[in-house]
């Protein structure tokens, strides 16, 4: 009897907590942000293609005993790299980055990476 009400009261009281973690964490950038197979519904000339590119060694838990055990970068280095080319398109005027596009590679040392997309502007809409 005394297990019943022990799990009837924690049953009632975990529906009173929410969650301290949210799911749905979108990041804001400076710019609208339009991947591949997105497009903006609103007309834009555009300014100029940006690119990131570089290399960082790869770490502990990627590789042990000459074996490797994952590739490139993680959700925090990739939304990094998106930042610094949101960035990029803001100081050249820009109101969206499409066709964003991220690549990488991974050598026996290092992980590589590519982000590229176009700064647009939007037109004036009358």
Known sequence: MRYVLLLLVVVSLTGCFKPMVYLQNKPHYPVDV???????????DPLQDLEL???V??????????????RGNDVQQKELLLSRL????????ADALVA????YYTST???????TGLAVKYK???
């Open 100 to 103: 964003v596009r991220y690549t």
């Open 57 to 70: 060694p790869l770490t502990r838990r990627q590789s042990a005993n000459y074996r490797m055990l994952s």
């Open 109 to 115: 040392t290092d992980n590589g990476y590519v982000m």
């Open 86 to 93: 949101t960035v990029q398109a803001k100081k050249i005027g």
């Open 53 to 55: 590119k570089g290399e």
């Open 34 to 44: 339009f991947y591949e197979n997105q497009r903006p519904d609103r007309p834009f």
């Open 124 to 126: 004036k809409e009358y």
